[in-house]
């Protein structure tokens, strides 16, 4: 037994005092144990098993529905360490105060400890970290989540380079629910949730906060990225990763079906990742992406067979939904947007006999499956690479109900990283908090940069500056809205008429016209037939309104200002050209 590992487990032992400790080792027998114990205490109810093959349902406690960015805490001795985007507690204040919470609260339960990989096992890119919890529901869904068990022990060896991770659901109080990152420490504490990025350290906490520190450090990137491959009708296939905000598209884009006549060409969509992406540079000088994670944790509410059948197909077996509607006459599960006929007899995501004719809703609006990756009809054949595919472009995009067109392409990668830090977003419920409200949220990772996001910034600069092998940079907006509030741009499986346009851009195979922001499509080369969009409108979503980005621009000023002298100075002057450009 690596001796750090037992150090950290021994230290979480004697504070939690746990009546039991069981290791995961992956075994079989020991997660269908699992399994059986949480639908005796009723954590996790079995769906039918001939329709939804080894699939269960979990409902959340009602305070307990999303991330708490609010609750959220970089723990680094000094404060600017963290930055003006995270909120900050002093390392040893942040152990006193969590201690007295975590003491005693594994009192008559049993401790789990879950050794996992970031990555698959033994690749370049991967990263280690063991998860202490008292929650089955995190077991098993990190089961799902990650790899897991005895084999990743054996490839930790004795090295002391693992992510120590300390959660308990304890009593789910709000008052004392605290997700605490100590990155100089490789550790997080996250206490008082029982709900996804809160605890499936993994994911939001390890993936990206703390991988976020060392990858600025060593020499790389963790975004909140997905990744796909896009193969055209002559047979090549290309990487693209894009950053969009919580509950904004990434999974939606990254297992995308094009359109028939597309299909009928050969084009082809394959899904890599739908979250998180790991970028390292090749021996090659290219951008080289892993996704970290094994498994999808997908929005429920929207998906279906026609807006992401490929999701829908990778929760028929082997996953866990949350907060969804169980329909008890056939015992499946049902959500809105899963279909036009939401079940007679139910009971929705707070437990309770729910009729859909009430006019609430009876999934929560962050609902969400936790599907395995191998699921996926169009999992890419490189999903497992342990060198990762190499990138020809980066996107950013986000909701944006005026002002950011279709799509556009940074002048180069400098004025790439100023989108992707001036990039803004409505907000969703992935978050607890207001939903629908316009957020300046730099490269999607406003609530998952672990240091300070003016450093942030730098290190993207430093890691494609001048550099001819970096991917292309691009934004991108599917959610432009008519003045009846309805979608202009039909998005889902037609979005693949953009990534032509944008894998095209990075081959110099088609021209673009050149306005203050960027290089945006001249409205023939984006292909519509079929589509039902007037011609102005897709010139509308396509044209660069210079008053409404005089405004853009001033309040991109008013977002700098927070980073004070950690603003990259290329970025202040990437807004003064900005600026004149709009004169
Ligand atoms: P996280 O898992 O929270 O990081 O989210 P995500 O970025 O993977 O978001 P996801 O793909 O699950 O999309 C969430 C919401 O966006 C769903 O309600 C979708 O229906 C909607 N959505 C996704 N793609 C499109 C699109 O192209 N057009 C429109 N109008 N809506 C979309
Ligand atoms: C997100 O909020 O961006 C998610 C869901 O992907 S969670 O894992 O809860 O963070
Ligand atoms: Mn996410």
């Known amino acids: 037994m690596n001796r750090k590992v037992k150090a950290f487990v021994d230290n979480c032992v004697a504070l939690a005092k746990p009546d039991r400790v069981i290791w995961i080792t992956g075994d079989k027998a020991q997660i269908e144990e699992l399994r059986k114990e949480a639908m005796q205490t009723g954590e996790m109810i079995k769906l039918n098993e001939e329709l939804l093959p080894n699939c ?30 995270n909120n900050w507690m002093e390392p040893q204040e942040a152990y006193k105060l969590l201690e007295g919470i975590y003491d005693g609260c594994m009192k008559g339960r049993t401790m789990y400890i879950i050794p996992y990989s970031m990555g698959a096992i033994g690749s370049n890119f991967s990263k280690i970290g063991i998860e202490v919890t008292d929650s089955i529901y995190v077991v098993l869904s990190m089961i799902i989540m990650t790899r897991v068990g005895d084999k990743v022990l054996e490839q930790l060896g004795e090295s002391n380079d693992f992510v120590r991770g300390f959660h308990a659901k304890a009593e789910l109080d709000e008052s004392k629910r605290y997700i605490c990152h100590f990155p100089e420490d490789n550790a997080i504490w996250s206490v008082n949730s029982g709900y996804g990025g809160n605890v499936l350290l993994g994911k939001k906490c390890f993936a990206l906060r703390i991988a976020s520190f060392q990858a600025k450090n060593e020499g790389w990137m963790a975004e909140h990225m997905l990744i796909l491959g896009i193969t055209k009708p002559d047979g090549v296939t290309r990487y693209v990763a894009a950053a969009f905000p919580s509950a904004c598209g990434k999974t939606n884009l990254a297992m995308l079906i094009p359109p028939k006549e597309y299909l009928d060409k050969g084009y082809k969509i394959e899904t890599v990742g739908d979250d998180i992406a790991w970028i390292r540079k090749g021996k090659d000088g290219g951008f080289y992406a892993v996704n970290p994670e094994n498994g999808f944790f997908g929005v429920a509410p929207g998906t279906n067979m026609k807006s992401n059948p490929n999701a829908l197909l990778s929760t028929r077996k082997d996953s866990i939904f949350t907060n969804v509607v169980l329909n008890t006459d056939n015992n499946t599960v049902w959500w809105e947007g899963m279909d036009k006929n939401p079940p007679k007899n139910a009971i929705n995501w707070k437990g309770e006999k729910w009729d859909s004719a009430d006019g609430t809703k009876g999934a929560h609006p962050n609902s969400r ?18 060198d990762g595919v190499k990138l020809s472009a980066i996107i950013f995009g986000g909701r944006r109900a005026k002002t950011a067109p279709l799509v556009y392409q940074s002048k180069d990668w400098v004025n790439g990283v100023f989108v992707g830090a001036s990039m803004a977003s409505e907000t969703t419920a992935a978050a607890t908090g207001a939903v629908g409200v316009l957020r300046r949220d730099p490269m999607a990772m406003l609530p998952f940069c672990g240091y300070n996001m003016g450093d942030y910034f730098q290190h993207w600069i430093d890691m494609g500056e001048g550099d001819a092998n970096a991917p292309k940079i691009f934004n991108v907006n599917w959610f432009r809205l008519d003045d009846d509030g309805n979608f202009i741009w039909p998005g889902f499986g037609d979005n693949v008429r953009v990534l032509d346009w944008i894998i095209d851009r990075c081959e110099g195979k088609i021209g673009a016209v050149d306005t203050p922001i960027g290089y945006v499509p001249s409205p023939e080369d984006i292909n519509v037939k079929g589509l039902d969009i007037t011609e102005e409108n897709l010139k509308d979503i396509l044209t660069v309104d210079r008053n409404i980005w005089r405004d853009e621009a001033a309040s991109v000023e008013e977002h700098f200002k927070k980073f004070g002298d950690k603003l990259p100075q290329k970025l202040a002057a990437q807004l003064k050209t900005l600026k004149e450009n709009l004169k």
């Open 56 to 85: 269960y349902l979990h409902r959340s406690a009602l305070n307990d529905v999303a991330r708490v960015e609010g609750r959220t805490f970089i723990c680094c001795k000094k404060k600017e360490d963290a930055g003006p985007t």
């Open 369 to 386: 499956f936790t599907a395995p990756a191998i699921n996926c009809p169009c999992i890419s054949d490189k999903f497992e690479d342990p």
